[in-house]
């Protein structure tokens, strides 16, 4: 008889144990979806709806943590040995027809109010002088941590909640130097503002699952390297950022940002760098995945061909230009208009070689009434069709973007000087 309790005893246990290793996720979802999942730190997990619309199910965990629901990367926590049950038939408004039950219901209402607090839009908040955006600022980290700690929703969470709430106030905080020169042009931030921002811990390994604070390291780097070069800028991250798992993220993310704005320029110290450095071998591999793109544009390669529209609605392609050299200027009127030096200077260059083997060409990234706006300028003008396509195939993220391209159609260079003095040494180099 003990003996049989002894084998009760144990198996309660087992099954409590794995209870309180595991959180029960469970829900209706009246949207017309077939399926929903959430990320729990790097991994998804995937409910399917059954035909009224419900899912169920449980999710390993060791410990109570954030995550996210989709597809509406609606925040929740989770917690082992607790349940969550999600409600949703809009669409259209998720705030108002999100509902939350279970054990974990009052965590998620709270994160769903804040979510809306968060996202509400203070026009004036970067009007404000230095001294008066930094009282705000820690204004509103003692104000969310008193809210938070007013609803009694338990340690574990309140303790992470309370980094949570520091750090989204540190990325708004982030952005105050270039945001408040729209107000006032000769801004540059003082020691109130430095002292502020550099309060937050760049080396917090634990927080490094939040968007918001992989936002907040990444942009306070930008902030303090904002005048280095890039290579200065990598070399400040290793020298000062301690945290293997952070230093990873942002050694990762600038040399990523940098080749896709900038292309492969210096890319050997750069990837030597970061294959000495970055230990997470999936950074690496998205960063290998952009340069591979980048090198099939590479001097000598055919330039991908695309799809254009002239003045008077004819299609072509690119191909169709061969012949000549062509000069291109990338342009979007959403960007504004042509800078007016820029314009005289592409006038200028167009005078100067009208002669030579070389046809000056303005792509407009838009619809064609755009093409009026470059009437003007010497040269052919061409509507490009698929903006999408153009944009992945010759990875382009800003503009104005310049390129030369060869009368055999291969590539000179996709990232041109614009027109100017070494726009001209870029064409004599090719014997223009």
Not at 74 to 93: A, K
Not at 198 to 224: G, H, P, T, W
Request: charged content about 25%; glycine content about 6%; aromatic content about 14%.
């Amino acid at each position: 008889m003990r003996s049989f309790i002894g084998i009760i005893i144990v198996i309660l246990l087992f099954v409590a144990c794995t209870r309180n290793k595991s959180v029960q996720v469970s829900g209706r979802i009246e949207t017309g979806d077939t399926v929903v999942y959430f990320r729990v730190n790097d991994s998804l997990h995937k409910f399917r709806l059954d035909e009224k619309h419900y899912f169920s199910g449980k999710i390993a965990l060791e410990k109570g943590t954030y995550a996210r629901f989709f597809p509406y990367s609606i925040q929740v926590f989770l917690t082992p040995g607790e349940d969550l049950e999600i409600s949703m038939n809009n669409v259209r408004n998720v705030s108002n027809s999100l509902q939350f039950k279970g054990t974990l219901s009052a965590i998620n209402i709270y994160l769903k109010e804040q979510q809306n607090r968060y996202f509400a839009y203070d026009p004036n908040l970067y009007k404000l002088d230095e001294k008066d955006f930094v009282n705000r600022m820690r204004e509103n980290v003692n104000t969310g941590i008193v809210l938070l700690e007013a609803k009694n929703l338990g340690e574990e969470f309140t303790k992470q909640e309370r980094e949570r709430i520091r750090y989204r106030v540190a990325e708004q905080a982030i952005h105050y130097p270039r945001s408040h020169v729209a107000f006032d042009t000769l801004y540059k931030p003082g020691v109130l503002y430095d002292n502020f921002v550099s309060e937050f811990d760049i080396n917090n390994e634990d927080m490094l699952a939040f968007d918001c604070y992989q936002r907040f390291v990444l942009n306070y780097i930008y902030y303090k390297g904002q005048n280095f070069s890039m290579r200065r800028l990598v070399n400040y991250i290793r020298s000062n950022v301690r945290s293997v798992k952070v230093r990873d993220y942002l050694l990762s993310e600038v040399v990523y940002n940098y080749f896709q704005e900038n292309g492969l320029k210096d890319a050997d110290y750069l990837l030597a760098v970061c294959w000495n450095e970055v230990s997470d071998t999936s950074k690496m591999v998205k960063i290998k995945q952009l340069v591979d793109r980048w090198r099939k544009l590479s001097p000598g390669a055919t330039a991908p061909n695309v799809s254009l529209q002239d003045g008077d609605g004819n299609a072509l392609y690119l191909k169709d230009l061969r012949g000549k050299y062509l000069y291109i200027s990338v342009w979007a009127f959403s960007y504004g208009e042509m800078d007016k030096e820029v314009r005289a200077e592409w006038e200028k260059l167009a005078e100067e070689y009208k002669d030579k083997n070389i046809l000056f060409a303005t792509f407009c990234m838009g619809p064609s009434q755009w093409l009026g706006q470059v009437k003007n300028l010497p040269g052919e003008h061409y509507v490009v069709n698929n903006t999408n396509a153009f944009y992945s195939r010759y990875m382009i993220s800003v503009m104005p973007r310049y390129m030369l391209i060869d009368p055999e159609g291969r590539i000179v260079d996709v990232d041109a000087p614009k027109p100017s003095s070494s726009a001209k040494l870029l064409l004599r180099s090719v014997g223009l």
